[in-house]
């Protein structure tokens, strides 16, 4: 079964210095793999998405992802994050076969400080 | 753009009653999904539909019924509340791109069963 780790629930970083959010997935699969944000009590929005092609993703707001098929990975980043980035992001896989679902890691919350 | 509204963005009930919680989207899609939301367990999907009156169980579906009439239209019932069910409900709806599912979500409904 598929499964997705985000490694920190919690990532404080100063306002202008780079950030790294981490997710590890497990599949056997070729998978998709997506970011999301979460602004205070808001839905989800959509960050980026890796779907085939070029490893290096970018996303909107600056962010941009890594995927690492040898490490199962897919990383997100940011050079210089802002206030206004603080928020919940949770990354989620889909697997090629063509289902639907979704899962969904739980989650790390940025917290930028000023 | 995509929209997917859900009824209330915050709701009070009491234990026992009938909740309804309800979910529109405006893109023609044809899956439709109702997760949950609490802390430190991120995203659980409860149901999902595929198709007018089709619809299969998720991860946590005891508790919770569904109700797809229209396609636009997905409706989530809690037949009897439980303070364990006071939590952050999503839902969200999804397309192809590239042959991967996007998935697209509401605002969300803060539910508090006291």
């Known amino acids: 079964a598929q499964s997705v780790t985000q490694l920190d629930s919690q990532v404080p970083v100063f306002e202008e210095a780079p950030v790294e959010l981490r997710c590890n997935y497990s599949s056997s699969v070729s998978v998709y793999l997506f970011w999301y944000v979460q602004y205070p009590n808001q839905g989800l929005q959509l960050l980026l998405k890796y779907l085939s092609g070029s490893t290096l993703v970018k996303g909107i707001n600056g962010f941009e992802a890594e995927f690492n098929k040898s490490q199962t990975s897919f990383h997100l980043r940011k050079p210089s994050v802002h206030i206004s980035d603080t928020a919940e992001y949770f990354c989620?896989?889909?697997?090629?076969?063509?289902?639907?679902?979704?899962?969904f890691g739980t989650g790390t919350r940025l917290k930028v400080l000023a | 753009d995509v929209k997917v509204t859900q009824s209330s963005r915050y709701l009070v009930k009491r234990t026992g009653e009938k909740v309804f919680l309800e979910c529109v989207q405006d893109m023609d899609h044809e899956n439709m999904f109702w997760y949950r939301q609490d802390p430190g367990l991120g995203l659980r999907l409860i149901y999902f539909s595929y198709d007018v009156k089709m619809k299969e169980k998720g991860d946590i579906p005891e508790g919770y019924s569904v109700s797809r009439e229209k396609k636009e239209r997905f409706s989530l019932i809690l037949e009897s509340a439980s303070t364990n069910q006071t939590s952050m409900y999503l839902c969200a709806s999804n397309q192809v791109v590239a042959g991967a599912y996007e998935q697209y979500f509401g605002p969300g409904t803060r539910l508090t069963v006291t």
């Open positions: 989620a896989v889909s697997d090629g076969s063509g289902t639907y679902k979704y899962i």
